[in-house]
């Protein structure tokens, strides 16, 4: 009989032992859950173009996505994206989207590039002149009044595709895509606002095929990558 008390207290002295041991060891995941923090967000609204929503390119290739990947990489936070874009998209049909969709005036970074179909459609300069300053100042309320979040992205030169060569007038295009970009640019330096050239890149495209996309027109994964690497500096700075 004292042998089987004396077994019983022994199995019960062991299940207590394991019952502390098993509290201890969830009382340290707890206590190590609270020690890890919690990811920042921040978000980040991409407004354009063809160039913007990544034509002919991966769903992840575009240069938002690619500088929402590079951002959380070499900050602390968790990149909200979100992007306003259509292959076609003239400054009017930019401008139309936002007033139909809406958006918010609390993101912590912008970006705008556009300009290329209004160029390629033939449509007057003037509308650009007018248009273009329109949408930096809704890029601005998009940030929440501050134009130190806003980046405007010059406009690549399609010129040095397969498909600006065929145009036949691949000489005047680089001439007018200069033309807005001078305009963007110097808008842009007269109100304080960052404007990233990245057309340069794009005028390697006959050089380095791999720039061009796989539709002969617009730039590939390596072209927007070779975007971000100018626009990460900006952005890191901007979106703290």
């Known amino acids: 009989m004292k ?4 077994f019983i207290f022994i199995v019960f002295l062991t299940l ?16 190590n ?8 967000i921040r978000s980040l609204l991409s407004l354009g173009d063809s ?14 996505e690619q500088l929402k990947t590079k951002l959380s990489a070499d900050t602390f936070y968790t990149i909200d994206l979100n992007v306003i874009a259509q292959t076609g998209w003239t400054t009017a049909n930019l401008k139309n989207a936002i007033d139909n969709q809406g958006i918010s005036s609390n993101y912590d970074l912008v970006t705008l590039l ?10 007057p300069f003037s509308v650009y002149e007018t248009e273009f300053p329109e949408l930096v100042q809704t ?3 998009a940030a929440n009044g501050n134009k130190d979040k806003v980046i405007v992205v010059s406009i690549p030169d399609y010129a040095y595709t397969p498909f600006g060569q065929n ?15 001078d305009f963007a640019e110097s808008y842009c330096q007269s109100q304080d606002i960052t404007f990233v050239y990245i057309t340069d890149i794009t005028r390697n495209g006959l050089e380095q095929p791999e720039l061009v996309a796989s539709d002969g027109l617009h730039p590939s994964e390596l072209a927007y990558a070779k975007f971000v690497e100018r626009i990460l500096p900006f952005a890191i700075e901007k979106i703290d």
Do not use: H, R, W
């Open 3 to 6: 042998k089987i008390q004396y």
């Open 114 to 123: 556009i300009g290329v179909n209004n160029q390629y459609q033939n449509i």
């Open 167 to 181: 145009t036949g007038n691949s000489d005047t295009i680089s001439q007018e895509i200069d033309m807005y970009n």
């Open 16 to 31: 207590l032992s394991c019952g502390a041991n098993d509290n201890f060891i969830a009382n340290q995941n707890n206590t």
């Open 33 to 40: 859950n609270e020690n890890i923090p919690v990811d920042e």
């Open 51 to 64: 160039y913007t929503i990544g034509q002919s390119v991966c769903a992840t290739c575009k240069f938002p």
């Open 139 to 141: 890029a601005i309320t």
